[in-house]
């Protein structure tokens, strides 16, 4: 992946992206899914609005580690959108939101561009400043939300205050997102891929087919999208035909309709993460068999001699390594974490590689078939 540098020239620079702002969730009970999150994920109370606030229809907690802000928003109404959006989703994501220097001209770029608008740019004020707000659809009922905040200093958004409490797990290492990952339905990934080029300046620097990207019984092709600095990278899959039911289309069926498939989190030691959030009740997928391990000289190639991290422990947690020309990368999958198999979570540790361990597709899949095979879905 040498020409990495060269491929992101190619994108264009009429949306600068300075990051990820923030990932909101709609769920059916933010109270409790804020418990869950620190708890099991190691996040801590940040900020909160609701009833005691002055926002009577809603109520969201911003929780954080690190770069990462997860806001979780639950409606306080039967007939609130959000609502809807739980009723056909389950517990979901519903936003994806960047920040950005200038959130007018980025509603501008993308909806003259093709993006259908979901809000107009918006001031929101306190005493702490204001803010710029604006926001695009994307795949599904999935959102983009464009956020400038130079001109704010409160913790999170005008009408969050902060929030602590008596109950603070401590953080398990998770530093920012690396990459979320959409669905989309059958044909439709290069329509998406498009709408990231066009709508919204992205490259895609990485591809698999479904030759690539199989096991014995179903299959799936990915395209990974990058905006021009890097550090928003969004893969899009769309589900291929196999003997089975790809793992992609469960999604859809229980999802139904194209959506945020998983957001990798990056740790700098995932044995250590890992570890605590198995201890602390988050259900990963299960290891790959022993010859996966064995195998683990030949898969890493030149890169063997840099391997830091002993190779027993890593079959005990069950994490996944691969390479590529660059180095190294450790991950994890965690199993859903609603009820609905839906939306998980990957922990990645990145050693100088940065593909997206495209050597342990067939290992990962087979261990979401053993998941689908149990829910009667493969
Ligand atoms: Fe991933």
């Known amino acids: 992946m040498e020409n990495l540098e060269k491929i992101f020239e190619g994108a264009q620079d009429f949306l600068p992206l300075l990051g990820t702002d923030y990932v909101e969730l709609y769920v059916g009970n933010a109270k409790q899914a804020a418990h869950y999150y620190k708890t099991a994920f190691g996040f801590q109370s940040y900020a909160y609005a609701g009833l005691e606030t002055g926002v009577s229809d809603k109520v969201s907690y911003v929780l954080k580690q690190d770069k990462i ?6 409606p306080l109404t039967s007939d609130s959108a959000i609502n809807h959006h739980i009723v056909k989703h389950g517990d979901a994501v519903k936003v994806i939101a ?4 200038d959130a007018t001209k980025a509603f501008e770029e993308t909806t003259k561009r093709g993006a259908k608008p979901y809000f107009e740019p918006i001031i929101e004020k306190d005493a702490y400043g204001e ?3 604006s926001g695009i659809h994307t795949y599904g009922e999935t959102v983009h939300i464009f956020v400038e905040r130079k001109n704010y200093h409160g913790i999170f958004l005008p009408g969050f205050q902060a929030h602590t409490s008596e109950y603070n797990p401590t953080e398990v290492g998770l530093k920012y997102i690396d990459h979320m990952v959409g669905n989309v339905g059958w044909n439709e990934m290069n329509t998406w891929v ?13 591809s698999f087919d479904d030759k690539q990207i199989h096991t014995e019984y179903s299959a799936l092709m990915s395209k990974v999208m990058s905006n021009g600095n890097g550090r928003i990278k969004f893969p899009i899959n769309e589900p291929a035909k196999g ?10 069926d229980f999802y139904e309709s194209a959506g945020v498939q998983h957001i990798a989190v990056a740790t700098d030691d995932i044995i ?7 201890q602390r009740g988050v259900e990963f997928l299960s290891a790959p068999p022993a010859s996966y391990y064995q195998a683990i000289p030949q898969r890493l190639g030149k ?8 190779i027993q422990t890593l079959e005990k947690l069950g994490i996944l390594i691969d390479a590529d020309e ?7 999958f965690t199993k859903p974490v609603q009820d609905r198999p839906t939306l998980f979570f990957e922990i990645i540790q990145r050693m100088g590689a940065k593909g997206f361990g495209a050597g342990n597709f067939k290992a990962l899949f087979e261990s979401i078939e053993r998941e689908q095979a149990k829910r009667g879905t493969l």
């Open 326 to 332: 660059d180095g190294y990368l450790l991950q994890i």
């Open 243 to 252: 003997k089975k039911k790809s793992q992609i289309e469960e999604y859809l």
């Open 98 to 101: 960047l920040w950005v220097e």
């Open 303 to 310: 890169h063997f001699g840099l391997l830091k991290e002993d």
């Open 69 to 74: 802000r997860l806001v979780l928003t639950t």
């Open 194 to 206: 498009k709408w990231y080029e066009e709508v919204m300046g992205f490259v895609n620097f990485l």
């Open 131 to 133: 803010t710029v707000r």
């Open 272 to 278: 250590t993460t890992v570890t605590q959030m198995q």
